[in-house]
């Protein structure tokens, strides 16, 4: 089982986005422990502003990436 996964937002809107963040969140493997999250950033801030303001009760604390296009989410084990 992995303990790391990745989803890459690129090319959807700020509420598509939300939507299959929250879908993923949602069927996301208990042993994951963290999800990068690909945002990107030179075509707009948008993704990024969702991404990094994102709330979710599964989530512990974000990390923000030395690459600015992505977010490291590390997640609780037990919700």
């Known amino acids: 089982m992995s303990y790391f996964s990745e989803i890459d937002l690129h090319g959807y ?3 598509q986005a939300k939507a299959v963040l929250d879908s993923t969140m949602k069927t996301l493997s208990k042993d994951v422990r963290e999800l990068t999250v690909i ?3 030179h ?3 948008a993704l990024m502003n969702m991404v990094r303001n994102y709330k979710h009760p599964r989530l512990e604390r ?3 990436g030395m690459n600015q296009g992505s977010t490291i989410f590390i997640l609780k084990n037990k919700v």
């Open 13 to 15: 809107t700020a509420a």
């Open 39 to 41: 945002h990107g950033y």
């Open 43 to 45: 075509g707009g801030t």
């Open 62 to 64: 974000k990390i923000l």
